[in-house]
């Protein structure tokens, strides 16, 4: 699992100066005022890495030559459930109650990204927005009590919902469904927007958000999931699932060229990161943990883990992490 290395960075090198020298962006050196954090969910490490050396994501690739890409490498559960909830709090599952798909709690109260920003800037100096493209596991639901002869049933009686637990109230049986991760996040954010699916609507929604608030300060997330969803239904090794990196790279170029023209490109930091990687040649990412953290940030960062991407940010937005209650697990990867 080789890192997206020197030896790419110098082939674009040449091919930037072979060019035009226009390419070379103007680095982020001072502190930033806006960010963009991209998610691409399910994208592997390798895979991904494959497809820039065919010069398949040119959006990433001049991303990652303008600041630079790590490894991440993931420590706990490899899927979406655990794996948003900790890039976008800094905090370990243990923190947080979100440990994977089926086991999880609402996030508490001011422990993620979107709120520590309104916390630390003031509610009407940063506005946070999410679009997301899934709605199981990035979902905000509130908590459920459903009478146990309305849980759907299947063979041998065995509940076909896998999520929550079984409860008496009153003599009643009840499966109690906990609320999902952001069920309070979403209260302290300007838009919480899932289950939109497709990149297209994603892409269309987060460019719509970035208009809307342009010259207002933002932290934006944006989740693209037909990785994802191509590398479970055709494997990691498809046509389909590289298409769908394609498909995620060509939606971070229109980001791209939306902050380039409101004129906001050089003062906004893009972040890139996955949540878990796919198992070589499979349907599946149950052992998944090769990540990857690609910025436009030129100030150079470490290798690092899933909860270090908060602690990056916050850092890069001049937050002092060691005043964050409780302290954050992950730490800042900026060298
Ligand atoms: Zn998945």
Redesign the pocket.
């Known amino acids: 699992m080789d890192t997206i290395n020197v030896k790419q960075k110098l082939a674009v090198l040449a091919l930037a100066l072979c060019i035009t020298a226009s390419v070379l962006a103007v680095g982020i050196n001072e502190q930033p005022k806006d960010v963009i954090l991209i998610g691409w ?2 994208a592997q490490r390798a895979h991904v890495n494959e497809c820039i050396s065919r010069g398949e994501l040119p959006n990433l690739q001049k991303l990652a030559f303008e600041g630079s890409a790590v490894n991440i490498d993931v420590k706990e559960v490899t ?2 459930k655990a794996g948003w909830a900790q890039i976008l709090t800094g905090y370990s599952a243990k923190t947080t109650g979100v440990y994977s798909n089926a086991k999880y709690r609402p996030i508490p109260r001011g422990y993620t990204i979107f709120e520590r920003l309104k916390d630390i800037f003031g509610w009407r100096n940063i506005v946070t927005i999410a679009v997301i493209g899934k709605k199981d596991n990035i979902d905000d639901d509130e908590p459920q009590l459903i009478p146990l002869e309305k849980v759907r049933m299947g063979k041998k009686g065995k509940m076909l919902m896998r999520q929550g637990e079984v409860i008496t109230e009153g003599g009643k049986g009840y499966l109690r469904i906990p609320g999902k991760p952001y069920y309070y996040t979403k209260d302290d954010m300007d838009v919480f927007m899932n289950g939109l699916i497709k990149n297209d609507v994603v892409g269309e929604k987060a460019l719509e958000e970035l208009d809307k608030y342009r010259g207002k300060r933002f932290f934006l997330f944006a989740h693209f999931a037909e990785a ?2 191509a ?2 239904k055709s494997g990691e090794n498809s046509m389909e699932y590289t298409d769908a990196l394609i498909s995620n790279d060509k939606w971070l170029g229109k980001i791209v060229q939306k902050l380039k023209d409101l004129k906001i490109y050089e003062k906004t930091l893009i972040y890139v990161t996955a949540d ?1 990687g796919f198992d070589e040649g499979q349907q599946t ?1 149950r052992n998944a943990p090769y990540v990857f953290l690609i910025t436009n940030d030129p100030t150079p960062l470490s290798p690092g883990t899933r909860a270090d991407i908060t602690p990056t940010i916050l850092k890069r937005y001049g937050i002092d992490l060691s005043k964050i209650q409780p302290p954050l697990d992950g730490k800042s990867l900026t060298k």
Do not use: L, Y
């Open positions: 969910d399910g899927d979406t994802d969803t590398g479970h878990h990412h």
